[in-house]
């Protein structure tokens, strides 16, 4: 058995663990530029987390084991979902335990237990978070599996490695019913990560947040766990939607030379997705909650779109 | 004596007859009652877990012919791989309900005596071990009716509630116009079997080997198709489903939602795949269609509910349309000649009656264990149980989880399976099927996605927070023997989601017997740990390495960040400053479930009210805000209210022949005296 498909995934999970904080910190940098105030630079994530890391937890009386088991879980699927998805090479030793069906459920686990836990204390805040975030969940999760079935029809797998390889080595390098599916992806990449226009994520104020509204009573390495995971899963959309629409540069199996150059263009693709996400940011103001049917249902009908367009066209 | 698997299942028959025999002699002592009879089930259940695993794994075909029933028309009894993997169903879940039993049934003790539950309790699981092994029309049917009536009686048992006995009377007419329809199907197929000549075409064996022509075989498919569903519960023939279920005590909830519905599961598949055999691809359109719809409305009505048995009711709808979802597709592969992607479709529907059986006996054991300790349906009133029933709470948790579809639990096997078939779907000819099937699969992921916000609810609701309710009850943690139910109820089930090539492995002849063709969903080095279906490079998941690996990430942060011990404080909730916070102010079901009413509401008959009482002094302070909240089954003013209606107005009219006076009787046999005399002459 070969030795460095192994240090390739522990590469990535090191990577994944490493440069997730880095990537929020220069989507808020450059919302802060691109907002006129100026920023607390790239490593602020860093420093929040080790100041979280090192603070005592404050628990509600009544928390129950399933409260202080979520950052644990949420950390731990986010860690998983990062040793599969290809982000250096597909050369991953365990690739073929999740395709990307699975890849979606291990985000909804980490939801599901986020949002027990949000009604866990007992207050309205944290029901009202639960509540908002498994319906927007329930919207998004049809969408996002349109979007991806598109792209395994093209490519005849729901394996990310070999969906990777097929588009690396296919004879079109564009294909109209991609297209339709990325912007589907992107618009569910906003939803499933609470960006703008969907959620904020610099927000408490009480009537508009969802995300935050689960976490609120969260301090200290529990805390610190919950934000490093919600960094990470911004990281594995990215790298997701890399390597779904976007996977040049990606090296392929044996190719261990490129590792190097495929980490510097993974690099470069990643601060390209942040500087979209923040026009994105910038450009829109928050939905209200009843309006985002129509903002995930235009999700949904792209990524059909995308599907008929792919039976009729190609 | 030679022990085979028939002769295993046989004995439990036998022994669950014996025990509804031995039950008067021993009522006087109503505790040794329970702890007898129900030891009994388990015995009998075990054997029949045994036959049924053996039946399955041996690839055995086995036949006998009891000489009882009317003369000349034997029973035919048969076990195949197909009926052997029902019976493991049924009878693995009698076995964890029959445990759970000894503890849950105790609860009536010098409430009421429970000879009669444990009388018609044995005759149920009977009637479902012998509806499976049945091989001729007449010995199918009368299982059916003992099932049924049994079941009626079981549903009847707290019969002093007046919404108990309307629906089992509900129950009991549904089930009846379903038998109807499945017994004039029956009759299509053996009346073409033995040429309408004489009764022999009435055994499965005849009508396997009858060919039917097309039109003969499209009515009897189209009978047992509405019978079975109506028994199954299928949207638009659910309503009676969610009346019943909850009523019942909550083991025998646990058998009709986990396993009563799977009988309806097992005629579809028999009478399609095994005794018709060849059929058009719209038949198996029918099935996905009915499939998909009873998946999504069984969800979203499941959501509305606020009454815990009720809400696992709807999701039992939701369920069987998932398993429909993956016999439709089968079909349809079937039809095209697809011998692969059938064997893909049959176990993906077949492996999902086992996982439902499970999780959802496990859930509605679960939900009996609150009934039980807190005497509360209602989950506005409940809260905070995780503290007081621990054990009950992490395993209702894992129903919870495994229902929800999430890895790595068994629920999320089945769905993937099926998701797999979906994709392989563009294989087929048809063109208007390829491009509209896979829309099936949004479908289904909005059905996953909706069920994961639902079960958050059921747990969050019942077992986090604080207790909704006024007054607040003692509540006691389950005893032994429920414990013992659910624990291994749980424990199946995480086991059928980290294990599910070997169970595949095993179950995979009956795909081969049906479809022509194996799944073979393991190969290469450690094959047990990867499922495989079609081909290594289509898709794989390893539910095992899901779980390790997650195991290990979470083992790993909790050693490394608990390296400085005692940093964590307890302090009351924060407030917001107000300290006027209480109970009621948390999230209930109803407000949970508020957005997903709003936006799905088009499909429901919602009528919401809100009314300000003011108070006198003040206008804009009122006194107290009363909510008023229904949530109505459209289905039940479009499709049932007519035919009551209708039925009602010619009972009355008919029933204006009965004036009460016997001059007016004598007449009317005088009248029917002469008819007959002048026609039949």
Redesign the interface.
């Known amino acids: 058995m070969k030795t460095y498909p192994f240090i390739i995934e522990l590469l990535q999970i090191a990577i994944l663990l490493g440069v997730s904080p880095a990537l929020t910190g220069w989507v808020r940098m450059m919302k802060c530029w691109t907002q006129g105030r100026t920023s607390p630079g790239l490593l602020q994530p860093y420093r929040d987390i080790m100041k979280l890391?090192s603070k005592?937890?404050?628990?509600?009386?009544?928390a129950?084991?399933?409260f202080r088991?979520t950052p644990?879980?949420v950390?731990?699927?986010a860690?998983?979902a990062g040793?599969v998805i290809p982000m250096l090479s597909i050369d991953l030793p365990?690739a073929?335990?999740?395709?990307v069906?699975?890849i979606v459920?291990?985000f909804?686990?980490a939801?599901?237990f986020t949002?027990?836990a949000?009604?866990?204390?007992?207050?309205?805040f944290?029901?009202?978070g639960?509540?908002?975030e498994?319906?927007i969940?329930?919207?998004?999760?049809?969408?996002?599996?349109?979007a991806i079935?598109t792209v395994?029809?093209a490519s005849?797998?729901?394996?990310l490695s070999?969906m990777v390889h097929v588009i690396y080595s296919g004879h079109s390098l564009f294909r109209p019913s991609l297209a339709f599916a990325m912007i589907a992806f992107v618009l569910i990449a906003l939803a499933e990560t609470g960006r703008i226009p969907v959620d904020n994520p610099a927000t408490h104020l009480e009537l508009t947040m969802i995300h935050e509204a689960m976490i609120l009573?969260y301090s200290?390495?529990h805390l610190a766990?919950i934000e490093w995971a919600g960094m990470m899963k911004l990281f594995l959309f990215a790298s997701l939607g890399i390597a779904t629409f976007a996977p040049w540069g990606i090296a392929s199996a044996g190719d261990i030379g490129f590792v190097p150059a495929s980490f510097l263009i993974m690099m470069l693709k990643l601060g390209a997705a942040g500087a979209g996400l923040v026009l994105i940011e910038t450009g829109l103001a928050k939905m209200r909650?009843?309006r985002l049917?129509e903002f995930l249902g235009s999700a949904?009908l792209l990524a059909?779109l995308g599907?008929?367009s792919f039976?009729i066209l190609e | 004596m030679i022990v085979t698997p028939m002769w295993l299942l046989s004995s439990s028959v036998l022994l669950l007859f014996l025990t509804v025999l031995l039950t008067p002699l021993i009522k006087g002592s109503q505790r040794f009652l329970i702890n007898t009879s129900f030891t009994l089930t388990s015995v009998a259940s075990l054997l029949g877990v045994i036959g049924g695993v053996w039946a399955v794994g041996g690839g055995t075909t086995e036949k006998i012919i009891l000489e009882i029933g009317l003369p000349a028309l034997p029973f035919h009894m048969r076990i195949d791989p197909l009926a052997g993997y029902f019976i493991t169903v049924i009878s693995l879940l009698s076995l964890f309900v029959s445990l759970y039993s000894i503890g849950y049934i105790k609860g009536y003790l010098g409430r009421r005596p429970v000879t009669s539950l444990v009388i018609c309790y044995c005759l149920f699981i009977a009637g479902m071990l012998m509806v499976v092994l049945a091989d001729d029309a007449l010995f199918f049917l009368v299982s059916w009716e003992v099932m049924a009536a049994a079941s009626y009686f079981l549903v009847m048992f707290e019969d002093e509630h007046i919404e108990n006995r309307r629906a089992a009377f509900l129950y009991i007419v549904v089930a009846h116009v379903g038998a109807i329809a499945i017994l004039l199907s029956f009759g299509v197929m053996a009346g073409l079997a033995g040429d309408f000549e004489n009764f022999s075409g009435y055994t499965f064996d005849a009508m396997r080997q009858a060919q039917l022509p097309v039109q003969w075989a499209t009515a009897a498919f189209l009978l047992a198709f509405f019978g079975f569903a109506a028994k199954a519960g299928v949207v638009p023939l659910h309503v009676w489903l969610p009346e019943a279920h909850p009523v019942a005590p909550s083991n025998v909830s646990a058998l009709m939602s986990g396993v009563m519905l799977k009988t309806a599961i097992y005629g579809i598949v028999r009478v399609t795949f095994d005794l018709i055999g060849d059929f058009p691809w719209w038949w198996g359109a029918i099935v996905l269609i009915l499939g998909l719809v009873s998946a999504v409305m069984g969800v979203l009505y499941a959501l509305m509910q606020h009454d815990l048995k009720r809400l696992l009711a709807y999701h039992s709808v939701e369920n069987i349309g998932i398993i429909l979802i993956g016999i439709g597709l089968s079909m349809i592969f079937t039809s095209y000649h697809m011998p692969l992607l059938a064997a893909l479709g049959l176990i993906a529907g077949l492996y999902h009656t086992l996982n439902h059986a499970m999780f959802k006996g496990l859930l509605f054991m679960g939900a009996g264990a609150v009934l039980h300790a807190t005497h509360e349906r209602n989950m506005e009133e409940m809260g905070g149980l995780i503290h007081r029933m621990p054990w009950t709470a992490a395993l209702f948790l894992i129903g919870c989880v495994s229902i929800s579809a999430l890895p790595p639990f068994n629920g999320f096997v089945s769905e993937w399976l099926t998701f797999q078939a979906f994709l392989l779907s563009p294989a087929l000819p048809n063109q208007l099927l390829k491009l509209l099937v896979p829309l099936g699969a949004a479908l289904l992921a909005l059905t996953g996605a909706l069920a994961a916000a639902c079960f958050v609810k059921a747990f969050g609701v019942t077992f986090l927070g604080h207790w909704r309710g006024h007054h607040t009850p003692r509540v006691r943690e389950a005893d032994f023997p429920m414990r013992l139910g659910m624990v291994l109820a749980a424990a199946t089930c995480f086991l059928l989601g980290v294990l599910p090539t070997v169970v595949i492995d095993w179950m995979d002849i009956i795909s081969e017997q049906l479809t022509g063709s194996k799944l073979r969903v393991s190969t290469g080095a450690y094959s047990w740990m990867w499922l495989t279906p079609i081909a290594p490079e289509r898709a794989s998941y390893s539910g095992t390495i899901v779980f390790l690996g997650i195991l290990f990430v979470v083992v790993a942060a909790y050693l490394v960040l608990h390296v400085k011990p005692g940093a964590i404080h307890r302090a009351p909730i924060w407030d917001c400053g107000f300290e006027k916070i209480n109970q009621r102010m948390q999230y209930n079901a109803t407000s949970f479930s508020m957005p997903i009413r709003r936006i799905f509401g088009f499909l429901f008959n919602i009528k919401e009210q809100v009314k300000l009482i003011p108070r006198a002094a003040h206008p804009f302070f009122p006194k107290k805000i009363n909510y008023y909240l229904r949530v109505r089954d459209r289905f039940w003013g479009w499709l049932y209210k007519p035919v009551v209606e209708v039925s009602f107005y010619l009972s009355r009219r008919v029933g204006r022949l009965q004036q009460g006076r016997i001059q007016a009787y004598l007449i009317y046999s005088f009248i029917t005296i002469i008819v007959l005399l002048v026609f039949s002459r």
């Open positions: 890391f005592d937890v404050v628990l509600a009386d009544n129950s084991w399933i088991f644990y879980l950390f731990g699927t860690v998983l040793g365990i073929s335990t999740a395709d069906i699975v459920a291990l909804a686990i939801r599901f949002a027990l949000g009604m866990d204390i007992g207050t309205a944290g029901g009202m639960s509540s908002r498994m319906t969940a329930s919207l998004a999760e049809p969408a996002m599996l349109m079935f395994s029809l005849k797998s729901t394996s070999q009573e200290g390495r766990l909650i009843f049917t949904f059909t599907m008929l039976f």
